[in-house]
């Protein structure tokens, strides 16, 4: 009926397996967990031995670290079920009914849903409160909310999809990298990909450190510019991208440039502090966005 899919990169997964295969049992559903470990090199044994506890849960091992998108088209192409559900490794179910909430859906014609994505109302340690604060302000969104947009609340974490609408969209996506949901977004709307959002969230648990998360939003952006090459006469849901093309066409651009060049320091300063704005993180967003285009021309 549906494989459950989960990419592991140095994470420890035994409370996730445990938590699925509890809530997936005794519903009538026939279901797998395939793991595949991109790369990790710590909590092998740990997330293996938990593995091997389950007849329903598989524990795939790539030496090589391949990226977010490969080893999803894995998973994808080792799934013996029509509908994937993925899951990050670091995201925790808080739903006993989380699998029946999905299982409802599936004889509906949507080709994908998208749970959502939670976030600890307790703030986090100082060194992740950049990452929180993003998530709980962009991410940790009702359902009602998204499905005014829903090809721009693309997250990850957290989603069920046709085996046979993955593979046609990934079959679009030859690069790898990191914020390549806005670029799938972007995709399933020019595709027409049914999309609905429903509210079945989990909560991510893995946050990372403020400068990596930092880094993070740099790989994100430029992975939108690429899109944006590629694609400059499509439209799209994502804001960023609708603000840059404003700006540029109004000439607004190199002033956006000059301006994100002068204060990109005392920006990240703040951003990294215990009190993010995240509008300046919007504009650091854009200003860097500007900068790979002028580099571009």
């Not at 397996?17 to 509890?22: D, E, F, G, H």
């Not at 595949?36 to 092998?44: A, K, N, R, V």
């Not at 999905?102 to 340690?125: E, R």
């Not at 939108?224 to 404003?246: D, G, R």
Request: aromatic share 12%.
């Amino acid at each position: 009926m549906f494989s459950i899919l989960i990419p592991i990169y140095n994470y420890p997964i035994s409370n996730l397996i445990v938590s699925l295969n509890k809530v997936a049992t005794g519903l009538d559903l026939d279901y797998e967990i395939l793991c595949l470990e991109d790369g990790s090199t710590s909590y092998l044994e740990e997330n293996k031995a938990t593995c091997d506890l389950y007849n329903s849960t598989t524990h795939h091992i790539s030496i090589k670290n391949k990226g977010r998108i490969t080893s999803r088209k894995y998973l994808a192409q080792n799934a013996k079920y029509n509908w994937l559900l993925f899951l990050d490794a670091d995201v925790e179910i808080i739903d006993k009914n989380f699998i029946k909430n999905y299982s409802n859906y599936f004889a509906h014609s949507f080709d994908a849903l998208y749970g959502g994505c939670s976030y600890d109302s307790t703030m986090p340690d100082s060194s992740k409160i950049l990452r929180w604060t993003y998530g709980k302000t962009y991410e940790d969104v009702e359902a009602k909310i998204r499905n005014k947009n829903p090809y721009k609340f693309i997250v990850s974490a957290n989603f069920l999809i046709r085996k046979k609408t993955f593979q046609d969209l990934m079959s679009k996506i030859n690069n790898d990298g990191y914020g390549y949901d806005i670029f799938i977004g972007a995709k399933m709307m020019l595709e027409k990909t049914e999309v609905f959002h429903i509210d079945n969230p989990v909560i991510h648990k893995g946050l990372d450190d403020s400068s990596v998360f930092l880094s993070k939003v740099e790989l994100a952006v430029e992975t939108l510019f690429h899109y944006y090459v590629a694609n400059k006469n499509t439209n799209s849901q994502n804001s960023l991208l609708e603000v840059f093309k404003t700006i540029n066409r109004i000439g607004l651009k190199g002033l956006v440039n000059f301006i994100f060049k002068r204060s990109k320091n005392a920006v990240q300063r703040q951003l990294l502090g215990n009190k993010p704005n995240m509008k300046l993180l919007q504009f650091y967003k854009l200003g860097y966005l500007c900068t790979l285009s002028d580099n571009k021309e």
